[in-house]
């Protein structure tokens, strides 16, 4: 019992020395399911949405924070596309512990039917605990919000999409729109009176809103567009049909198998798409919207900037970009973007991320939802990527706050040609006209 008490007592000040020589740090990474809640964005993301939240109040030096981390991460990736789940650092942040009165750590709120009173979670420390009080809450969100309705009407998971998202399809337009796309697509043949239709029509609002940037969800009135209607076999209302993303024709098809509430369609969609998720393009930044494509509509996205073309030719650029294609390839399920930069070309993008100070090529990665980043120590090579990117998949790695929490001016420019780098010419100068003085008359030192 002495040996037992005293080993605690020595990993307890084992971990507060570790906290005063590494300073504050998040339990949580960047590349985690579960969101970095602060003063900044609490109530934007918590409080004056409509999603059900379950939120950590934790302290980095905690032990039973530190162990409680597996368990709560497994609950977010569990929960991902029906429950947010979130975690407050109450040593960075502590005016919000004080607001909902977080007295030890950690504490675990679930804000759900009324915002302002969430309930404390007193269940037991594991994943399966936070996910059976997870769908208790998000039962009792739906029960009251059906409650007040005067009709009734079906639940949309206590979330709200918007009508504008899911795309209006036509007979004259479904090829170009759908089977010339490289997008994944799930198209609703519906008729107007159909009430199945009608009980469907906000659920696939919302899935419309919520797997925007990732799958394009479309609705074709079966009664008036009868020529796409009957080529598909549409029987009756609604009918889905799924087409896969990349090179498709009318025979790519598929039934959908899915369930009809929101996140029955979210998550059915993003399991097909991480199945038929093609290779990602590595794309050279050449404007502002290639880094915001990669970056804001990806979860991660992965910058890597390299030599200039004058002291890395085009053998020695091609050799990294296939180095980058491999990785991309490797993980294309993780649906991150790809971008790459000539070094000094985007100077404040090498600021922002603080590469390029050791060389190049160089590698960060970054997430725009919590604007954190985090920088590739070893080799740029297949190896030390694949090592970096593993970590940071797992959960591992340190990670910064991106600089002024926002992307950086890009500079436009020309895309790479693909040739190798030339000086510019030099001048040639006219000495003509230019009178030398004797040589000989000159002093000799």
């Keep these: ?16 020395l570790t906290i005063l020589v590494t300073g504050c740090y998040a339990l949580y990474p960047s590349s985690s399911e579960v969101v970095d809640l602060t003063p900044a964005n609490f109530d934007r993301l918590v409080i ?12 980095p030096w905690c032990g039973h924070c530190q162990q409680f981390v597996p368990e709560y991460s497994k609950a977010a990736t569990a929960l991902k596309g029906v429950i947010k789940v979130g975690a407050v650092n109450v040593d960075e942040h502590k005016s919000l512990g004080g ?19 969430p309930e404390d979670y007193n269940g037991p420390r594991t994943a399966q605990g936070l996910v059976d009080a997870g769908f208790d809450a998000l039962r009792n969100k739906v029960s009251a919000q059906m409650s007040g309705k005067k009709s009734g009407g079906s639940s949309s998971d206590g979330k709200k999409g918007d009508p504008k998202d899911v795309i209006e399809l036509t007979d004259s337009n479904f ?39 990732k799958v394009k969800l479309g609705a074709l009135d079966a009664t008036v567009h009868t020529i796409k209607s009957n080529q598909y076999g549409v029987q009756g209302y609604p009918t889905i049909k799924f087409f896969p993303p990349g090179k498709k024709d009318a025979s790519s098809a598929a039934e959908y198998s899915g369930g009809r509430t929101g996140s029955d369609i ?12 093609p290779s990602p393009e590595i794309k050279q930044i050449i ?12 979860p991660l996205c992965v910058v890597s900037v390299l030599p200039h073309i004058l002291d890395c030719q085009a053998d020695c650029r091609n050799g990294y970009l296939d180095i980058l294609r491999k990785m991309g390839e490797k993980y294309k399920k993780k649906m991150w973007g790809w971008v790459w930069a000539e070094a000094g070309l985007q100077p404040e993008l090498e600021t922002m991320l603080e590469i390029g100070g050791f060389g190049y090529p160089a590698m960060a990665v970054m997430n725009t939802r ?49 040739k190798d780098g030339e000086l510019p010419p030099e001048e040639d100068i006219d000495l003509s006209d230019i009178v030398l003085d004797d040589i000989d008359s000159k002093d000799e030192l």
């Design 48 to 59: 004056q949405s409509d999603a059900l939240w379950i939120v950590e109040f934790y302290a």
């Design 287 to 298: 404007n502002e919207d290639t880094l915001k494509d990669a970056c804001e509509e990806h």
């Design 266 to 277: 979210v998550n059915w969609a993003l399991e097909k798409l991480a199945e038929n998720v």
């Design 1 to 16: 019992m002495q040996f037992k008490s005293t080993f605690s007592v020595m990993t307890a000040v084992f971990g507060l």
């Design 175 to 213: 090829d170009s729109m759908v089977l010339n796309s490289e997008d994944m697509w799930l198209v609703e043949f519906y008729a107007p009176w159909c009430g199945h239709c009608k009980n469907l029509a906000p659920h696939w609002a919302q899935a419309a809103s919520e797997l925007k940037g």
């Design 370 to 418: 919590k604007m954190k980043y985090s920088i590739l120590r070893g080799s740029f090579s297949n190896d030390g990527i694949n090592e970096f990117l593993r970590d940071l998949s797992f959960g591992r790695g340190s990670t910064a706050p991106v600089k002024g929490a926002s992307l950086p001016k890009i500079n436009p420019t020309e895309p790479w040609d693909g």
């Design 99 to 117: 607001q909902y009165g977080v007295r030890g750590f950690p504490t675990v709120k679930i804000f759900g039917a009324d915002k302002n009173k």
